[in-house]
């Protein structure tokens, strides 16, 4: 498999709004992260993922662009923006920016003039149907509830909207519409930025005709999602490839684009390293681990046989074809301590057992801010405290639905967007040392805990595990591209599985849960002399490896030459 820097990198996602405010205005932006970089220099990642900052009216936190090359104004400037970037250079780190081009802002210029007329030259920018017996053109659901088209009286006709009604789809079918695309991409290129995350890239194209996902229609339709009309549509790779042949392939960059509903077999089409497209996919198939038949808020435990199939599927389905994303939470997810750990009565232990998972296997470690130091999940006391249009669409259908409230904010407490949006928690100061005014969206309490500063001042914290785990990466040439094969598969408490490169191997021992658990070490590293690499536990020197007994969330890495 070919040597590659962004192989080798660790990357740290900051989403700007929740990370530093300077100001005082209660919202993070670009002088706050700015203010944090050595921070970022001593926790050892190499590269930055900064979630949107462009120009937008601020409907769905950023991913709402009207303009893709401004700044909003309550991030900063352009010039804030370089400092920046050339902080980050300075300090040897890279910086990937959002790409959001499914859609834009319904107050982006493009759109504005799109509205204006059936026969303006921007209508085609975007996707407008007329009307069906005076309903929507097709019966596709938004990913944000309800119907996925907006009726617009100016033109007698309906926009699509994959997501929010103020963010209409783009219409890659366009031409010129792309033209516009690669000559934005190419425009932060030349400034000096290291590649692209691309939100929902594999949404870019619908099926020709947009059909309804069933016959009805009238007074009783109800919005379908629809996605097998418009996830991995027909010409996405067509367009993957041009963006590629254009644009990318000129550059030595990192691109990973979010993709709906892949699976392996899909994904090896995106990232496989003849195909001239993408360089790793961010899959959802983990993330569904505890969704029942209802979705996303229908929440059910996970299993770690689940677990261990998926990891295992994606880490052999890739492996010398294409790259893996590994993340276990990010904007659009619950803190990963609190959904696949125990985020009281072990939480340091749990926390470093799922970082241990995340910079063992194959693939590229994200690390979304604030995991580093622990932090969890947060329970506000009303739907007025969170300001995600997701649960606030949500709840609304909902209760209007016949739900309870109470299991209503149940799914919110386990699945919401906002658990990872609360601001960072720096110290014990008021806000987290995160403002000295009003957070946009409220701290959470534990905040007195669980922060950086407390992290930073004991050698023992989540925060110097995650530091050891960067430094391993780059100490060791198997972590990143090794070989994946799963051990004691049946196994019901214990993830284990062995990397190989060459003559070296690496033996991963991870207990799930919060009771002891057996384990028996493989002969073969029995017969090796295992070198200890890291534990999340003071390392007993009489172990036994024949059979290894495990605390409660306990993890070990062992190294050994056959």
């Known amino acids: 498999m070919e040597r590659k820097w962004w192989k080798e990198s660790v990357v740290y996602q900051i989403y700007p709004r929740s990370f530093k405010d300077s100001n005082g205005d209660g919202i993070g932006d670009l002088q706050g992260i700015i203010s944090k970089l050595d921070y970022l220099k001593t926790l050892g990642v190499d590269v930055v993922w900064l979630c949107p900052v462009y120009k937008s009216p601020n409907d769905d936190n950023g991913y709402d662009i009207s303009n ?120 932060w290129l030349d400034k000096g930025i290291d590649g692209f995350r691309m939100d929902v890239i594999n949404l870019i194209s619908k099926v020709p005709g947009l059909p309804s996902v069933s016959e009805e229609v009238g007074e009783g339709r109800s919005f379908r999602f629809g996605g097998e009309y418009f996830v991995n549509g027909p010409r996405v790779h067509e367009y993957l490839q041009e963006m590629n042949r254009e644009v990318l392939s000129k550059y030595d960059i990192m691109t990973v684009g979010e993709a709906v509903e892949v699976t392996p077999g899909d994904a090896a089409l995106y990232v496989g390293e003849d195909r001239g497209e993408l360089n790793m996919v961010f899959h959802f ?87 580093e130091i622990g932090m969890t999940n947060v329970k506000f006391a009303s739907i007025s405290d969170y300001k995600d249009i997701e649960i606030i669409n949500m709840h609304e259908e909902y209760l209007a639905a016949g739900h309870a409230e109470e299991a209503i904010m149940n799914s919110v407490y386990i699945k919401g967007r906002d658990n990872g949006r609360t601001p960072m928690q720096w110290s014990s100061e008021p806000q987290a040392g995160f403002t000295t005014g009003t957070p946009w969206l409220a701290v959470n309490p534990n905040y007195t805990e669980i922060n950086v500063e407390n992290a930073l001042a004991d050698p023992d914290s989540i925060f110097h595990y995650y530091k050891r785990l960067i430094e391993l990466r780059k100490e060791h040439d198997i972590i990143v591209y090794g070989d994946y094969k799963i051990l004691a598969g049946e196994h019901e408490q214990v993830f284990a599985y062995q990397r190989a490169l060459g003559s070296e191997r690496l033996l991963v021992i991870l207990n799930f849960f919060g009771e002891p658990a057996s384990f028996e070490v493989p002969a073969e590293a029995l017969a090796h002399e295992p070198e200890l690499l890291i534990t999340n536990y003071e390392a007993e020197k009489d172990t036994d490896l024949r059979s290894l007994k495990l605390h409660p969330y306990e993890a070990r890495v062992y190294k050994f030459t056959v």
Request: charged share 25%; hydrophobic share 30%; proline share 4%.
């Open 68 to 187: 893709y090359q401004d700044i909003m104004d309550e991030f900063g400037t352009i010039a804030d923006w370089e400092i920046l970037l050339q902080g980050l250079h300075d300090r040897g780190m890279k910086l990937i920016m959002d790409l959001v081009v499914n859609h834009s802002s319904d107050e982006h210029a493009w759109f504005a003039e799109s509205r204006k007329s059936k026969d303006n030259p921007y209508r085609d920018y975007y996707i407008w149907r007329p009307g069906e017996d005076g309903h929507e053109p097709n019966d596709w659901g938004s990913f944000f509830s309800g119907s996925a088209w907006k009726y617009d009286e100016g033109t007698d006709e309906y926009f699509l909207h994959l997501f929010s009604t103020k963010q209409p789809d783009l219409n890659w079918e366009n031409e010129k519409v792309r033209r516009e695309v690669y000559d934005m991409m190419t425009w």
């Open 285 to 371: 198939e983990l993330m569904g681990v505890d969704s029942g038949p209802g979705g996303k808020w229908d929440c059910k435990p996970w299993s770690l046989k689940d677990i261990k199939d998926i990891i295992s599927k994606w880490q052999i389905h890739l492996n010398g074809k294409g790259w893996n994303s590994l993340y276990l939470n990010n904007h659009d997810q619950p803190r990963m301590l609190s959904r696949f750990g125990n985020d009281t009565a072990y939480h340091r232990e749990s926390g470093k057992m799922l970082a241990t998972l995340l910079h063992t296997l194959q693939g590229t470690p994200y690390i979304y801010q604030g995991e």
